[in-house]
């Protein structure tokens, strides 16, 4: 069973917090997943202080209240886990040139409004959506789903794209677009071995 160090051991690869949280299930790049980080709420919370969603005051408030209200708890992470499953529907075709299905957009559509209904706007350079006040067990979903919201309505989608090495899906920031790995420490240098590996044999055969 995976734990919190587990979580705070995860590369955060995709470049949009909404991607990261897709990306905390593992696996080949098709298929089914082989791996989920996520496990119970306390991996949630962790999550959610280790992407950034989270303060560290509120994760240990979240895991109070979560210990006060396990039921709850239980609810509010299988929300959290419908909710990925309908980013995934979102973003995953997106990064193939395909068409997000519409009923995922609709159920990101309810939780944008149910998320923006427990926020305040709070003023820096410019004003932003926040969620200090928000003291329920679906915390660590509203900014997700906001961060959802906003790559889909603002950002290039043609940048999104899946790594060729798993089934991690990142925004491709490179300069040329050129990006093929989540991350070259970890697909990418598998991928190098492989090549080299496949090239040694080619000429010890030859």
């Given amino acids: 069973m995976e734990t919190v160090e587990d979580v705070t051991r995860m590369h955060l690869v995709g470049g949009n917090l909404a991607l990261d949280f897709i990306n905390t299930r593992t696996g080949p790049p098709s298929g089914p997943s082989d ?8 991996e949630l919370v962790a ?8 303060s560290e005051a509120e994760a240990t408030a979240l895991l109070r209240l ?15 886990m419908g909710t990925r499953d309908y980013l995934d529907e979102v973003f995953r075709p997106l990064a193939t040139g395909g068409t997000p ?7 990101l559509r309810d939780d944008e409004a149910d998320a923006l209904g427990h926020a305040q706007l709070e003023s820096g350079s410019t ?25 889909l309505t603002t ?8 790594c060729g ?12 677009r050129s990006r093929r790995w ?3 420490d970890d697909c990418g240098t598998t991928e190098k071995m492989r090549r080299y590996v496949a090239a040694r044999r080619s000429r010890a055969t030859r």
């Fill in 165 to 176: 090495g798993c089934r991690f899906i990142f925004s491709d920031e490179s300069k040329n």
């Fill in 35 to 42: 791996d989920d980080v996520l496990t119970g709420y306390p």
């Fill in 47 to 54: 999550w959610g202080a280790y992407a950034g969603a989270l």
């Fill in 101 to 107: 299905s519409t009923p995922a957009l609709a159920r």
């Fill in 155 to 162: 950002g290039a989608l043609d940048r999104i794209k899946g």
């Fill in 66 to 80: 979560s210990r006060n209200d396990p039921d709850g708890a239980r609810a509010a992470f299988s929300r959290a």
């Fill in 127 to 151: 004003f932003a959506w926040v969620w200090r006040d928000d003291h329920t067990l679906a915390r660590p979903l509203r900014p997700v789903v906001h961060a959802a919201v906003q790559l």
């Fill in 182 to 184: 989540c991350s070259m």
